[in-house]
C-alpha cells in the first residue's frame, strides 16, 4: 500500500537559521508531489508543486526551495527563515488527478 | 492562475441544523475533490466529481458537480458534533496539469 512519511513533526527554528523538511512516498511511481503551507485557522497555499524528477513549479516568490532529487523524496529549503515562515507544513501526493494523500505535517515555528 | 474560492469562510450551527459550504473557480475543472481536516490534523479526502452535473451522496453528505464544470457544494443533513472541522474543495483543470488548487476552506462549528 501507499504511504507518505513527512518529518519532523514540529519544529522551533531561530530567524536566519535554515529549514529542511523532508517527504518520502512509498506504494508508487511517478507521483505528483506538492508542498502547501497552512496559517492558523486558515486554507491551504500551494508552495510548490512538481510532476517529475527535477521538474519544480513554485507558486508564490518567497523564502523558500524545493528539490525533488528522487522519483519519491520531495525537499523544502530555506537559507534563512523568517519570521512569516512559521506555519503548518503539509507534503501531499497524488497519482494523475486524483485524490491527494497528505503526510502528518511538520509545525514550524520561527523565533 | 486558476483560482478556487470557497465560502463562507466560518459556519456556526446547532446540532441538527444543516450545512452547506460552496466553491467558485474561475476556470473549468477537470475535476473537484473535496477534503476534510479535523482539527490539528491534516486533510483527508472524502471524494471526486468529474462529471458535469454530478451529484454523490456519502450517508449525510451531499457533493454536486455544476454543469459548468466551475462550482461545486458540499451540504450536510442534520449535522453532527463529529462533522466539526474544515471542509476543503481542490481542483485540477485547464492547463495546469498535476497542480492541485484549494479553496480556503470553510470552520463548521456544530454546537450541542
Known amino acids: 500500500s501507499q504511504t507518505i512519511h513527512q518529518w519532523p513533526a514540529t519544529l522551533v527554528q531561530p530567524v536566519g537559521s535554515p529549514l529542511s523538511l523532508e517527504c518520502t512516498v512509498e506504494?508508487?511511481?511517478?507521483?505528483?508531489l506538492y508542498w502547501y503551507r497552512q496559517a492558523a485557522g486558515r486554507g491551504l497555499q500551494l508552495l510548490f508543486y512538481s510532476v517529475g524528477i527535477g521538474q519544480i513549479s513554485s507558486e508564490v516568490p518567497q523564502n523558500l526551495s524545493a528539490s525533488r532529487p528522487q522519483d519519491r523524496q520531495f525537499i523544502l529549503s530555506s537559507k534563512k527563515l523568517l519570521l512569516s515562515d512559521s506555519g503548518f507544513y503539509l507534503c501531499?501526493?497524488?497519482?494523475?488527478?486524483?485524490?491527494?494523500?497528505f503526510g502528518q505535517g511538520t509545525r514550524l515555528t520561527v523565533v | 492562475g486558476q483560482q478556487v474560492m470557497q465560502i463562507p469562510q466560518y459556519q456556526h450551527v446547532q446540532e441538527g441544523e444543516d450545512f452547506t459550504t460552496y466553491c467558485n473557480s474561475s476556470?473549468?475543472?477537470?475535476?473537484i475533490q473535496w477534503y476534510k481536516q479535523r482539527p490539528g490534523g491534516h486533510p483527508v479526502f472524502l471524494i471526486q466529481?468529474?462529471?458535469?452535473?454530478e451529484v454523490k451522496k456519502q450517508k449525510r453528505l451531499t457533493f454536486q458537480f455544476g454543469e459548468a464544470k466551475k462550482n461545486s457544494s458540499l451540504h450536510i443533513t442534520a449535522t453532527q458534533t463529529t462533522d466539526v472541522g474544515t471542509y476543503f474543495c481542490a481542483g485540477t483543470g485547464g492547463t495546469s496539469y498535476g497542480k492541485l488548487t484549494f479553496g480556503q476552506g470553510t470552520i463548521l462549528t456544530v454546537h450541542p
Open positions: 476556470t473549468t475543472l477537470s475535476n
Open positions: 466529481l468529474v462529471k458535469s452535473g
Open positions: 506504494g508508487t511511481s511517478n507521483p505528483n
Open positions: 501531499a501526493w497524488s497519482v494523475e488527478n486524483t485524490e491527494a494523500f
